[in-house]
């Protein structure tokens, strides 16, 4: 994971000088990685890894506190969405909003890139798992 940090000047309607710190976030790793946690959200990106794939996949999870949201960057992924698997192909920059209690999974292909938002304490405390 690599981290820059910028810092931005802004004036502000009074004239005033104010300084801003954005932090710079990327991962290139395979898998799931936080790379933003705050204020009781989180972001994450997600890449491929060959367990992501479609046909490997053996389970589906809900969230039992929180929504969770989808969005595609890079490459080709999609989504499996209830007991019946119902396959949504994502397109770049649309958000897919899964909400809290839907079956779901995510699977990539190769050189795909998912961003990920959701509650900060959303894990396998208030997660359901279902396999198939």
């Not at 997600?46 to 367990?51: C, D, T």
């Not at 994502?90 to 897919?96: A, N, S």
Request: overall charge negative; charged content about 30%; some cysteine.
């Amino acid at each position: 994971m690599k981290c820059l940090f910028a810092f931005v000047y802004v004036k502000r309607k009074n004239g005033e000088e104010c300084e801003l710190e954005i932090e710079i976030k990327e991962y290139e790793g395979a898998g799931y990685q936080e790379q933003i946690d705050f204020n009781g959200w989180r972001v994450a990106i997600a890449n491929y890894m060959p367990s992501l794939e479609e046909e490997n996949l053996n389970f589906l999870e809900r969230h039992l506190k929180t929504d969770e949201v989808f969005v595609l960057i890079d490459g080709t992924a999609g989504l499996l969405v209830g007991k019946d698997r119902k396959r949504y192909v994502m397109e770049k920059g649309k958000l897919y909003n899964i909400t809290c209690g839907t079956w779901h999974r995510v699977f990539m292909t190769e050189n795909a890139k998912v961003v990920i938002v959701e509650n900060t304490d959303t894990g396998k405390e208030n997660t359901e798992y279902l396999r198939f």
